[in-house]
């Protein structure tokens, strides 16, 4: 006869209360010391890396559920179910690629963990003449909030954002590169290096779809990133003429409607080509994909998860 833990514990306590004693005496669990959160050292201080979550361990040795005949298909490219890792189709998943401003997720964690959404930032020299992609408008010497920020980050893939948000963190971006490479090694993205704060310059910044679908995961597991990953468009207070900011997100499945969408991140240079990390949730999982130089990452996007969304249904 099989006895539960639950009924013998029951058992227990009927057994002391009959016999006038009371409820038995309880032994409180000792509380497990929390480990402290892993940090390197740089020249400003020291700056957290983590810890972070698990890296996603994205399962290629199964075959292919998911066929699409692309015409012209992105260099690199990963579909799989973001809580299980299981793929379900695969183009050069370990081929190490330019990854432009797909960077930032990285950079994004970094701040993370290492600020407050409440916390001001005061815009640099270095920060308002980033070159490249720009949320525009950061006021010179007065403070903006980090939350906001971040925003300009992830939604619009603001270069001033992230140079502003290494400021605040390490005092520049050489440190704050360096944070970053060593959470993408405490994370084995084995394909991964970092070069800049913003994927600006590719020589040196460079990952695989394999090392992207871990990182695209991370950052949805953080609820202060996915709550902007997942937004359209932001209005948030900022100290400008007119007291606000208006913000959208480059997401082409976003700014579609495409069902279920719940971010992550776009990225552009020559080298890089149109990259594009997004995650939808669908029948109570959430399917990732990755491409990676893609000639048109909204509307390949769409088929290869139309397709998934169907295996799902079908259970491969």
Request: positive net charge; aromatic residues 4%; contains cysteine.
């Amino acid at each position: 006869m099989r006895v539960t833990a639950v009924a013998i514990v029951a058992a227990a306590l009927l057994a002391g209360c009959g016999s006038g004693g009371g409820p038995l005496p309880t032994q409180p669990t000792p509380a497990q010391p929390q480990a402290p959160p892993e940090q390197i050292q740089v020249a400003n201080g020291p700056i957290i890396i983590g810890p972070g979550p698990s890296p996603l361990a994205v399962k290629l040795n199964a075959p292919d559920v998911v066929q699409v005949p692309f015409h012209r298909p992105p260099r690199a490219g990963l579909l799989f179910d973001l809580d299980t890792g299981r793929v379900l189709w695969r183009r050069n998943p370990t081929r190490i690629l330019p990854i432009a401003s797909l960077t930032k997720m990285m950079t994004a964690l970094i701040v993370a963990a290492n600020t407050t959404p409440q916390e001001l930032v005061r815009i640099t020299k270095g920060a308002r003449n980033a070159p490249g992609s720009r949320v525009g408008l950061l006021p010179k010497r007065k403070p903006v909030r980090v939350e906001s920020l971040l925003y300009g980050l992830l939604l619009p893939s603001g270069n001033d954002a992230a140079h502003a948000l290494a400021d605040k963190v390490s005092g520049g971006w050489r440190s704050f590169v360096t944070a970053m490479n060593a959470r993408a090694q405490k994370m084995s993205l084995g394909c991964t290096h970092f070069a800049s704060v913003d994927g600006y310059v590719d020589a040196g910044n460079h990952s695989c779809a394999v090392d992207l679908a871990a990182l695209a995961r991370a950052v949805l597991d953080q609820p202060r990133l996915a709550r902007i990953v997942g937004s359209r468009s932001a209005v948030l207070k900022f100290p400008t003429k007119g007291g606000k900011l208006y913000l959208f997100n480059n997401n082409p499945l976003l700014r579609t409607g495409y069902p279920g969408t719940i971010g992550v991140k776009t990225g552009y240079t020559d080298a890089a080509g149109r990259c594009l990390v997004a995650a939808v949730r669908r029948r109570g999982h959430r399917l990732g994909i990755v491409l990676l130089h893609s000639y048109d990452p909204g509307l390949q996007a769409r088929k290869l998860l139309d397709r998934g969304v169907r295996a799902l249904r079908g259970q491969f």
